[in-house]
């Protein structure tokens, strides 16, 4: 996939460019269903399938920082896009000159003249430019003008409750704690990324049980609690538990993300960790003293184990 993250990278036309546009956070379900409407638009017209998004999130430059947090950030919402099959991705800067651009200036200049857009892929709520002139039906308007078609996928609903997916459902469901839920929305588990560095020497050495201590990069976390995880380093992918939290038995009110990696042992200080969340376990709690949390992550453990050899028969 061709990454392209100025306008002005694009030197011609695309052939019989086929855009869908959106911010994409998650990448979900929803998504991919327009991405694989793009390819197939794409494919039945000999054209370049793809995608333009926007960084930072308009909501973060309309709202002056204020705003919910990203289930992906950019790294990950582009390896994503990338594994849909997407020839180009276009990534604007967002600014608010940018957002004050008229709607017909951005159809006419930069998707049709600069992409070279013959067809335009959007959910049926989509609506873009200024006060949100940009709507379905301006689109076909400017369609009729402008030469290009106007495609309109059908919703792709939720799970048992007739209802779209959407961003905002999978991040609401993940600050609840319902991982599994989220993945049947995604596609995938949601995961978190960081690098490993090094906690207050706890988990081994007090308690029978080393952990990753995670340092945190995303913006949305999990509800706070214990999770059967799985978690990829180097490449190599390996089983395990994780908590989410305060560590309320310890009493000094500091968030750690940490993992235990079942029959694990090296050295990973410094090492970049991706942490897909399979299960909520339970809530956390404050213990009576070590021993008895160190016998309830003992528990947590061998339930994680469990859940994660179910998956895999």
Same mark, same amino acid.
């Given at each position: ?216 990069? +995303? !913006? $949305? ?6 999770? =059967?995880? &799985? /978690? ?58 070590? +021993? !008895? $949390? ?6 947590? =453990?061998? &339930? /994680? ?9």
């Amino acid at each position: 996939m061709k990454v392209i993250e100025s306008l002005a990278e694009i030197e011609i036309p695309f052939e019989n460019a086929v855009v869908t546009i959106g911010n994409f956070d998650g990448v979900h379900k929803g998504h991919h269903s327009l991405m694989d409407a793009v390819i197939k638009k794409a494919g039945e017209i000999g054209g370049t399938a793809i995608v333009m998004t926007f960084e930072p999130h308009p909501l973060k430059v309309l709202r002056n920082g204020s705003s919910p947090p990203l289930i992906t950030l950019y790294e990950q919402k582009k390896e994503r896009i990338e594994a849909s099959g997407i020839d180009v991705l276009i990534c604007i800067n967002f600014t608010e000159e940018f957002a004050a651009l008229d709607p017909e200036y951005f159809l006419e200049k930069i998707l049709v003249e600069k992409i070279g857009m013959k067809a335009i892929v959007a959910g049926r709520d989509y609506a873009f430019g200024k006060n949100r002139k940009g709507n379905i039906d301006f689109l076909k308007a400017m369609g009729g003008k402008l030469g290009y078609q106007v495609v309109l996928p059908d919703w792709i609903e939720c799970l048992q409750e007739g209802d779209r997916i959407s961003s905002t459902r999978i991040r609401e469901t993940i600050l609840s704690g319902d991982v599994g839920r989220a993945a049947s929305m995604l596609g995938r588990y949601y995961q978190i990324r960081g690098e490993v560095v090094r906690g207050r020497n706890r988990g081994g050495k007090l308690l029978g049980f080393p952990t990753a201590n995670i340092l945190f990069q +995303d !913006e $949305l976390c999990p509800k706070y609690g214990v999770y =059967a995880v &799985t /978690a990829e380093i180097d490449g190599k992918r390996f089983d395990g538990v994780a908590n989410m939290g305060v560590s309320p038995t310890f009493g000094d009110d500091m968030f750690t993300a940490e993992v235990h990696l079942f029959d694990f042992s090296s050295d990973i200080y410094g090492k970049k960790i991706k942490v897909d969340f399979i299960a909520r376990l339970r809530e956390e709690k404050k213990f009576s003293g070590l +021993d !008895e $949390l160190s016998a309830q992550i003992k528990k947590d =453990a061998e &339930t /994680a184990r469990e859940i994660l050899r179910e998956l895999k028969r």
